[in-house]
């Protein structure tokens, strides 16, 4: 049981490129979420997804998309890179039922993305 | 939009010495709430959470956080650190069960320091 899994773990990016940030988890969780973590800010919500097909918006989710098509896939894309975009990016997921509502989030190990 | 508020920005204390982290939030309803901890290089981990019950909620290393509704906050308090406790503390916030899908709202963070 690997959890949740993110690749790469580093990026640098040109202005202006696009990537696609992978994340998986095995835990068959329904709900998953990208997150990004700026120093003294805290993570912030970029998307999140409540099951296959299904994706929202979250609190920063300009310049990203996201995908759902499997349970356990949520990659996150950056169409055109920015420097504003520099951050390390977390994936998390939970599971959720809905009488008992969302539990503990399980964050990956994170991608360190710089845009220059 | 609900804020989470964590006073102390960076703590350095010695070993042995008693900690306490603030966290206050700004949501009026039924609240699950979480401190996690993150060790230089890692990803989150949780430490531990409360969503109903005994307000006094202990968690993993000895860390133990108190529920104070009247006052909106979730306190983490450890009676004696250790070197190994350096790392960034978080405090989030979600707020109902199922009404927000389990968008946690994070605080910025505090870095605790433990000098041996």
């Known amino acids: 049981n690997a959890g949740v899994t993110q690749t790469p773990k580093f990026r640098i990016l040109k202005i202006g490129q696009s990537m696609t940030l992978q994340c998986t988890q095995d835990m068959n969780h329904n709900y998953m979420y990208w997150y990004r973590q700026d120093p003294g800010m805290g993570l912030k919500l970029i998307y999140y997804?409540?099951?296959?097909?299904?994706?929202d918006k979250g609190e920063v989710p300009n310049g990203y998309n996201v995908s759902r098509s499997t349970t356990e896939d949520f990659p996150l894309r950056l169409e055109l890179a920015a420097p504003s975009q520099t951050s390390v990016y977390f994936c998390a997921s939970s599971y959720s039922t809905l009488a008992g509502g969302p539990d503990t989030q399980y964050f990956g190990p994170g991608t360190r993305l710089t845009v220059l | 939009a609900q804020s989470v508020s964590q006073h102390n920005h960076h703590v350095i204390l010695s070993e042995a010495a008693s900690l306490e982290l603030g966290c206050n939030y700004s949501?009026?309803?039924?609240?699950?709430l979480f401190w996690y901890v993150q060790y230089p290089g890692q990803h989150l981990q949780l430490l531990l959470k409360?969503?109903?019950?005994?307000?006094l909620v202990k968690g993993i290393k000895g860390f133990e956080a108190e529920f104070i509704k009247s006052k909106f906050s979730f306190n983490l308090r450890k009676p004696s650190v250790q070197w190994s406790d350096t790392a960034e503390y978080f405090c989030?916030?979600?707020?109902?069960?199922?009404?927000?899908?389990?968008?946690?709202?994070f605080g910025r963070g505090t870095q605790l320091t433990v000098w041996p």
């Open positions: 409360y969503f109903s019950g005994d307000p």
């Open positions: 949501y009026g309803g039924t609240v699950n």
């Open positions: 997804s409540v099951g296959a097909g299904i994706t």
């Open positions: 989030a916030v979600n707020a109902g069960r199922g009404s927000t899908l389990g968008r946690l709202y």
